[in-house]
């Protein structure tokens, strides 16, 4: 059994490289931002301020966050419904963002990735795994690229998805969100000492992937 954590910012090329890396060694990948943004999700529908700490925190109780694999693919549950495409939407990402500095919202969801991590080796994308989550992951990584080249990738998506936003808006909320996840007092984005960093602008997705895998293989 063994863990790999890949932290950093939006549209670092994350949750795309992580899905094909876990295919090939053939363990779970695990995507935490969806938690977050399910969490988000339920803020927004209930019209609640998603900055509101103690609100958010009201709702946490009766509010049942569930992973499933179905076909190899992560589908995410909120109370018992599949809300793994809703939470795509473009208007839910800065709401995770903000329910993601709430600390009950994290204590919540961190135990529920620790539990998933430690039944089955995977790979995990987020922001605090190599930090907070799993400090002994076996691999650890934290990938970067500049605010320009993420929002180009991220509006790429939204716009394949057919969801109607400018580039424009992409960028500053990738520019917000990228300022409220490295400033947040609790687990915030940052890189682990032992993590190994790199830079994915130039990069395409098969080059991340075979990075990723050769210092894998390396180590294992
Ligand atoms: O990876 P993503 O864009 O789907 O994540 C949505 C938000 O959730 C992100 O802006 C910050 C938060 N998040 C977090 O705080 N910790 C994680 N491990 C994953 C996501």
């Known amino acids: 059994m063994f863990n790999i954590a890949i932290d950093g910012p939006a549209g670092a090329g994350k949750s795309t490289a992580a899905k094909i890396v876990a295919a090939k060694l053939g363990i779970l ?3 935490t931002g969806a938690m977050y943004r399910a969490i988000g999700l339920k803020a927004l ?3 609640i301020n998603t900055r509101d700490a103690e ?3 009201q709702m946490l109780p009766d509010t049942v966050v569930e992973i499933k694999h ?3 693919t992560q589908n ?3 109370d018992g419904e599949n809300v793994t495409h809703l939470i ?3 208007n839910v990402s800065m709401a995770a963002s903000d329910v993601s500095a709430i600390p009950a919202v994290r204590l919540k969801l961190v135990e529920l990735q620790r539990q998933i991590a430690k039944q089955n080796s995977c790979i995990l994308d987020g922001r605090d795994i190599g930090t907070y989550v799993l400090p002994d992951a076996q691999f650890k990584f934290y990938i970067t690229a500049t605010a320009q080249e993420r929002a180009n990738r991220r509006h790429k998506e939204l716009l394949e998805k057919g969801q109607d936003v ?3 808006d992409v960028l500053k909320d990738i520019v917000t969100r990228d ?3 490295s400033t947040r007092e609790f687990a915030p984005l940052k890189k682990a000492d032992d993590a190994f960093e790199f830079d994915t602008t130039t990069m395409s997705i098969d080059e991340v992937v075979e990075k990723l895998l050769s210092i894998i293989g390396n180590k294992k």
């Open 29 to 31: 990948y695990l995507d």
């Open 45 to 47: 529908r209930r019209g």
């Open 55 to 57: 609100k958010v925190a």
């Open 70 to 72: 179905i076909d190899k």
């Open 76 to 78: 995410i549950f909120l």
């Open 88 to 90: 795509r939407e473009h």
């Open 166 to 168: 400018s580039y424009e």
């Open 179 to 181: 300022k409220n996840d």
